[in-house]
Structures are given as structure tokens and as C-alpha cells.
């Protein structure tokens, strides 16, 4: 439960500026989704990241289309998890989105960050041994009392 806390107050005080922060499930459409959703071989892609884990025994692979040739609401992505101790490789789709960061928190334990917009972002927690969504929710960065 402290690697959970850890990881909500690291990831909510280190993106995107604002002066409160507002959580819900406005952005639901953006939560990534378990399974390969898109076939990416028309499109024009990124380099893959790959994510390693503190001992090197996992990784998570993020292939996504180029943000500089589509826009964001034509963006995809699938994020493929591998490693000691997994029968099969996890994979996650996301799409609709500007950012994808991930992190391999524990042997157990992903997090996605998908940034949405300059002022809005999704964050979610997966348990790669569970096959299962530990978090996920909607985040606003208001300022100055607005959007």
C-alpha cells in the first residue's frame, strides 16, 4: 500500500502544471484497455521504448504512431509487457492521446500515464500477474480557478 501511495503522490506532483487538480472519470474513452485493439501496420510509428524493471527481469514495450504525423484523437498505441514469470506477454492498448510514460513499479505493478491534452491526463495501475486494473482515473489541472 506505501508503493501505491508513493506512486500517486510522484505522479500527481510531477505533470502537468496547475493549481489544483481534479479527479473523476470525465475521460474515460482515454483509459487503456487490456488486449491488441489496433493493427499499426499502416501507420507511421515511433521508435518502441522499452521500460525495464529495477532487476531487468521484465519489460513493457511502448509502440505508438508518430506524434509529429497524426493528431491526437487519431493516435494509438499498445503497450506489451514481458518477462520472467509470465506464461504470455500482457498487452495494453490505449488510444486518443498526446503522451504515453510507463513505469514498471514492482515486479507486479505497471503504471500508465496518458497525457490528454496540456491539461488533462489519465492515470491507471495495472497488475501484470493478476491480468487486472488495480487504478484508473481522470485527472484536470485547473489554474487560477479554470480550465
Request: aromatic share 10%; hydrophobic share 35%.
Amino acid at each position: 500500500m506505501r508503493i501505491l501511495l508513493l506512486v500517486f503522490i510522484t505522479f500527481f506532483s510531477c505533470k502537468l502544471s496547475g493549481n489544483e487538480i481534479v479527479y473523476s472519470n470525465n475521460l474515460e474513452e482515454h483509459y487503456p484497455v487490456e488486449g491488441k485493439a489496433f493493427d499499426l501496420g499502416s501507420y507511421e510509428r515511433e521508435t518502441p521504448q522499452v521500460v525495464w524493471n529495477d532487476s531487468q527481469t521484465r519489460s513493457a514495450t511502448v509502440i505508438r504512431t508518430r506524434g509529429d504525423t497524426y493528431p491526437y484523437e487519431r493516435q494509438k498505441g499498445f503497450i506489451t509487457i514481458e518477462g520472467d514469470g509470465l506464461e504470455k506477454p500482457r498487452v495494453l492498448s490505449v488510444s486518443h492521446f498526446r503522451t504515453i510514460d510507463v513505469t514498471l513499479v514492482t515486479e507486479k505493478l505497471i503504471l500508465i500515464r496518458i497525457g490528454v491534452g496540456r491539461v488533462a491526463g489519465v492515470g491507471a495501475i495495472y497488475d501484470v500477474m493478476e491480468e487486472a486494473w488495480v487504478y484508473g482515473e481522470s485527472l484536470q489541472y485547473i489554474e487560477d480557478g479554470g480550465l
